[in-house]
């Protein structure tokens, strides 16, 4: 399959308000990973609304390895309110609210979905997108968006070919939101720009005018762990 055919990822955030009353995503601009981090050694009480038992058990497994490099622990549990709730609602996409954003969305709604895994998918492709997902919800941004040294180069209408069309579909809006848009830096904790992070898309060639590529990134790279790290230390 070629990169250009694959499911992207969505980060979700629009209309969501700190505490301070900024809009994290639109007014406010850039203050996500610092604006929507955890308090280091919180306990994240997180449950599944749907899906099967084994998926579940494989999801909490790979996720559960955030906790070996951060100082959070994420319990999940079986009932009762919880900070983070995921669904296996299929078609609706993967994403994820990013850390502490999680607690403005009302009970029952989802704050994490895992819209192409079902029990038949391969391992490679779980870790992958449960990986990803959970940076989000530890309050990580798209890689791609890091803003250091200039970030991507893009090609611009590459990008916007392949994005409007199947699967993904996107909109002008959600294009420029998820792969075009750049953070403010002093919003920002962050290492260099990472090609190996678990929190980049996988990118064609095609789509930049700088030669930067990335495959499927499916492990927590070096930067990955010591950003995180930084972030949530012990
Ligand atoms: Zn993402």
Not at 128 to 148: C, D, M, S, T
Request: aromatic fraction near 8%; include cysteine; charged fraction near 20%.
């Amino acid at each position: 399959m070629a990169i250009n055919d694959k499911h992207f990822c969505t980060c979700m955030g629009e209309g969501i308000t700190s505490d301070a009353g900024h809009n994290l995503l639109a007014g406010h601009k850039g203050a996500l990973l610092l604006a929507s981090k955890w308090e280091v050694g919180t306990s994240v009480s997180i449950r599944f609304l749907d899906g099967d038992d084994q998926l579940q058990q494989r999801v909490r497994d790979v996720a559960r390895e955030w906790m070996d490099v951060a100082n959070i622990s994420l319990n999940f549990q079986e009932g009762g309110a919880t900070d983070i709730r995921i669904a296996f609602e299929q078609g609706n996409g993967s994403w994820s609210y990013l850390g502490t954003m999680c607690r403005q969305i009302p009970e029952p709604q989802p704050t994490m979905n895992f819209g192409w895994l079902t029990p038949d998918s391969a391992d490679d492709e779980l870790r992958r997108v449960v990986l990803h997902e959970f940076g989000h919800a530890l309050g990580l941004i798209h890689e791609h968006q890091n803003p250091k040294d200039g970030g991507i180069d893009w090609n611009t209408d590459a990008v916007i070919h392949d994005l409007s069309g199947p699967p993904n579909n996107w909109s002008p809006a959600t294009i420029e939101e998820n792969m075009f848009k750049k953070y403010e830096q002093n919003a920002l904790l962050m290492t260099n720009v990472d090609k190996e992070s678990i929190m980049m898309y996988p990118i064609p060639l095609s789509w930049t005018l700088d030669q930067t590529s990335v495959g499927l990134n499916n492990t927590l790279s070096p930067l990955d762990k010591e950003l995180i790290g930084q972030a949530y230390p012990r």
